[in-house]
Structures are given as C-alpha cells and as structure tokens.
C-alpha cells in the first residue's frame, strides 16, 4: 500500500477542476477530493464497526451478567464464562481491526493533503511574479500548512468522527428502545437538555480561551519586533523603555492568562456537575422502573452506560461546529490559490531553441495592475547580440520594469518587446529562461552547500566547469578558507557569509549556466570596495559575448558598457557610449557630475 494516486488521476489538475467545477459548494469540493479512494473510506468504516464492538457491547454484557446474577438461573456459571469469552475476543480483535481502520483512513486522507499541498506547490510556480509581489509570503505558507491540515482535519471529522457519532447514538437508542420504551422516551427528552447545557458553557470558555491566543499571538508579534529591532534599541540607549513597553504586554498576558484559569476551572466544575446530575436523575428513574418490575436489575448499568454515551455524543457533535467551520473557511482560502487566474500562460507556445540575444523594445507602454499611470511610455530600444547595455536614471525612472520586461515577468500593455524577432509574449518562455540568468541586487541562497547553491537547477556539472565558475567567479579564496570547502553550509539565506561572497555565488549560478543574456540588477551596490572590484571582475567575466543588461547607481562601474541607456520619464532620453553621453552634457554627464 503506498501513497500514490490513484491510476488514471492527474492529481493536481483533478483538485484545480474539482474547486473550479462545485465553486462555493465546499462539503463537494471535499468529496472530490477522495475520487479514487472511496473505497479505502468504505473499508475504514467496515473496520471501524468491528473494532468498536466492544464499546456497545460491554454494556449489554454487563447487564446480563448482573441479570443472572441476580435470577440465581443453574446457567449462570456458564452465561458468564461464554459471555466473558465473547468481550475479550472482541477486546482482542480491537487491535488488528484499529490497525486495519488507521491505515485505510490515514491513506485516503494523507493522500489528499499531500495531493492539495502539490496542487498548491504547483499552482504557485504557475502565477505570475505580479501575484507574488502583491500577496504576502506568510500568507501562502498559511494556506499551504495550515489550511490543507485544516481540511484534512475536517475530512476526519465529517467522513469518521460524524459517522461515530451517529453510530454511538443509534446503537444507543436502538437497544434502549428494544429494551424499554418509557426509558427510551426520558432519553429523548433528557439528553438535548444534558448536552446543549454543557455546550453552553464550553462556548464561554471557548471565547476566553479566543481572547487568551489573539493576545499571545499580539505577544509574540511583539517579541518578534523587539528582537529585529534591538541593534536600533541598542544603538539609541533605549533598552529600559523596551523593557517598559514589553512588560505591560506580559501583564497584559497574565492577565488574560489569569482569567481564563479561573473561568475555566469554574464552568468545567459546573459542566461536570450537570453531568453529573442528570446521570443521578437517569440512575433514579431506571432504579424506580426497577422497583416496580418494568426493567431488570441488570438494566439498570446498561442504561446508564448508554445514556452517559448519548449525552457525549450529542455533546462532541456540537464541539465540532467550530472545527467544520474553521475547515470549511480552509477549503474556500485554498480555492483562491488554486482558482486565481493570473497564471504565466506557456503551453501550446512555440518554443525558442536556441536564443541569440538580439532585443527590440518598439513603442513600449507598461502601465502595473490597479495603476492609472504608465511607467514606460513610447520606449525604443535596440540591443544588439553580445552587447552590454546598461540603464541609468532616477529611481522610478523604469529600469526594473525593463529587466522584468526582458526576463518575461511582465509584458508590454502596448507595443512590442522582440528576442530575436519574436514577440516574448507569444513564445514559451520556459524554453527562452534555459538561456538566461539573472543576478538581483539581493543575492538569493538556500540553506544547502556552496555547491548547491551554484549547481541549482542543473544536473550532472562535472568536477572541471564547476572548478572553472568557482575561479571566473573570484570565489577560489574563500572557498580555500572554508574548513569543508565548496561542501560548506552557507545557513539560512546564506547568513554565514558576507554580502560580497552571497554576490559572487550568485554570479556563480550564472556562470555555470552558460547563458546566452545576462540580467544584472544593481549586483554591485551596498557592497565596499574591495567587494565591489572582486564582484566586477566575476561579472566582465560572465559577461564576455553574451547579451547583457545591467542596472547600475554607481556609473563607474558602467564605463565599459557597448551602450548606456538614459530613463527618464518613462522612455529612453538618451543614449550611447560612456565616451559620447559625456561629450553630449546633458543628464547622463549631470548625473555622473555627481558622483564624482
């Protein structure tokens, strides 16, 4: 048995079509998910009517022992040997049957939270960079964790923990009905009574309970951004008034904290003693029945037993409002992810073999989402194979927009931007990324080796490439201090390094790739000198007969561009060499008077 889907199912598609054809019907949606594994449900519940047996038949046992007991019957030796035999082969069959009911519900389930959480995953490498920008990293991480175990919480509870329910107080019901239908009438009328009266007050100290976490999570917010801020703390001599602000949050926590103690402590004692009551009252009415010969003596513990059973029951099946609603809420929350539409569009798209490097920008308008005004108006561009253009300007100016614009994150609102002719919009940009790498300002590492970080994405780099990168990259120094060398932990996010090392295993990931355009965004700013020039030979180096793009604050490191493209106001104002932007006067040499 194993995790698989089921043959025949493309799961993640199967998920996306299942939220997109019942769209506001969650409990469907929920089914859907199972197609495939109905079957291993059914089974879960054919070995859980086994493996509860005893639960429903203890009590009928009981009272016949005690019946017989009671009777002074010649069989009575006997009765209670053979019925004793019965409630320990069924105790025993408990465990393989418990097994058997885990496994089959553990698969159906699992499966569809791992096939929500690949559906997500998958999803979320489909939309677009936009969709990304504007949604909150936390928030899909929440969606992905939180709310697909949410629903699989809620699976259990409406296809298992209901349908327990239910058989608990039928089973109930049918064998006090079949026994005594004057009991079975008081239990009718007694139970709601019992249950409703203890869900009450686990609604009371469920809203205390509430107010305690939203303060602990506003506690923890809080000690996250004292801890992010204590640099500034220290460096202004505000450590006492930190303090002072903390404390009152705690006291704010206890205080909270304190409350809920003691309400909790006095509706659970209440909720106990009502239960307790009405089993007294439940106990009274079947000894008078008793008395007057209507039921057995015996009877007396197994209704007892039922009634005590009916009462939780009803009592657990009103506890789990809160849990189907807070699992129906996960399965609409996933469906904004997996229905959204704002998805980078690649299938049935020619695909680029092979990519000279040669870019036209023709009249080019970009204007972002939920925005009234352009950032690239009428922009013209050529950039021709193996040449360096590099885009100075304000910040605002649009340079960013173009990269984005070159790397297929967006696309023009009008006019054209061409990669060796063709429309970038209209081809499969998968096929066209294979030939492109990109060096943001902010280096981006993963947790994993020096090795990792520059082999990612790309299998089978022998021992030789991967010794040249390192070396174009000005990386061999530091990788000779390293105790472990290129296999070194660089930590989350490459916390163990320097700026300036993060930078050059980024050009790394670029070299290797042997790429035919380069996006460079500002990949040598907030860096110092030194760092700045080992980083600017690691980049002429990568940069050597390859198209690229760079955006640079410090013009010195520009001077060796083929071309240098002035933005302003949405459009190219100026353009040329180092040489003949200075010659001309006019922004760029402004720009650079500066600087200098």
Not at 361 to 385: A, G, I, P, S
Request: charged share 20%; proline share 2%.
């Amino acid at each position: 048995m194993n995790l698989h889907a089921p043959k025949g199912i493309d799961v993640e598609n199967w998920f996306i079509e299942c939220y997109r054809k019942h769209k506001g019907h969650p409990m469907k949606i929920l089914l859907g998910l199972y197609k495939g594994n109905y079957n291993k449900f059914f089974l879960a519940v054919v070995f859980f009517l086994i493996k509860h047996c005893p639960v429903w038949v203890l009590p009928i046992i009981t009272a016949n022992i005690i019946n017989d007991v009671t009777s002074g019957a010649p069989e009575t030796y006997r009765n209670i040997i053979i019925q004793a035999i019965i409630m320990v082969g069924l105790i025993a069959l408990n465990i393989p049957t418990n097994y058997m009911y885990t496994r089959y519900k553990s698969l159906a389930t699992r499966y569809a939270e791992t096939g929500l959480r690949k559906a997500l995953v998958r999803k979320l490498q489909q939309l677009s960079i936009s969709y990304h920008k504007e949604t909150q990293s936390g928030r899909l991480q929440s969606k992905i964790m939180r709310d697909v175990e949410a629903v699989e919480t809620l699976s259990t509870q409406m296809f298992l923990s209901i349908l327990n329910i239910a058989l608990n107080i039928i089973i109930a019901l049918s064998v006090t009905v079949t026994k005594s239908g004057v009991v079975f009438v008081f239990f009718l009328l007694t139970t709601p009574i019992a249950a409703f009266t203890m869900v009450f007050f686990r609604g009371i100290m469920k809203r205390r309970n509430s107010e305690f976490r939203k303060e602990m999570e506003e506690t923890s917010a809080r000690v996250m951004e004292m801890v992010e801020l204590i640099p500034v703390t220290r460096a202004h001599a505000l450590e006492e008034e930190e303090v002072e602000k903390m404390s009152g949050q705690l006291f704010n926590v206890a205080e909270k904290g304190y409350k809920l103690d003691v309400i909790q402590s006095l509706f659970g004692s209440v909720g106990w003693a009502i239960f307790q009551v009405f089993q007294v009252i439940c106990l009274a009415f079947t000894g008078c029945l008793a008395l007057k010969g209507n039921v057995l003596p015996g009877d007396i513990t197994l209704y007892q037993s039922y009634f005590a059973t009916i009462v939780a029951q009803v009592s657990s099946l009103m506890s789990l409002i809160p849990t189907i609603a807070k699992g129906v809420e996960s399965v609409n929350s996933i469906g904004e992810v997996l229905l959204e539409e704002d998805v980078e569009h690649n299938d049935g798209k020619p695909e680029l073999l092979d990519v000279h490097g040669t870019f036209d920008f023709e009249n080019v308008k970009f204007r972002y989402n939920n925005t009234e005004n352009d950032v690239l108006t009428d922009l013209n561009l050529h950039v021709k194979q193996g040449e360096t253009i590099a885009l100075v300007g304000e910040s605002g100016a649009g340079k960013s927009t173009i990269l984005n614009l070159v790397i297929g994150f967006n696309f023009a609102t009008d006019g054209t931007v061409k990669v060796d002719g063709q429309d970038i919009s209209k081809i499969d940009l998968r096929s066209y990324r294979k030939h492109l790498a990109v060096v943001p300002q902010t280096s981006i590492l993963f947790s994993g080796t020096i090795r990792d970080n520059i082999t990612y994405g790309i299998d089978d780099v022998d021992e030789k490439t991967l010794q040249e990168v390192v070396k174009a990259a000005n990386l061999t120094d530091l990788i000779d201090s390293l105790p472990d060398g290129i296999d070194t932990v660089v930590g989350e996010h490459g916390g163990k390094l320097s700026g300036g090392q993060r930078q050059r295993i980024s050009i790394a990931r670029a070299l290797i790739r042997n790429p035919k355009v380069i996006v460079l965004d500002e990949a040598t700013s907030a860096l110092d000198s030194i760092s700045e020039q080992l980083i600017q030979e690691a980049l002429n180096n990568l940069t050597k007969n390859r198209t690229t793009f760079i955006v640079a604050h410090r013009l010195s490191t520009i001077r060796d561009a083929d071309k240098i493209a002035v933005i302003g106001e949405g459009h190219c104002i100026e353009y040329g060499t180092f040489e003949e932007l200075m010659a001309l006067k006019g922004e760029f040499y402004q720009m650079k008077s500066i600087q200098s």
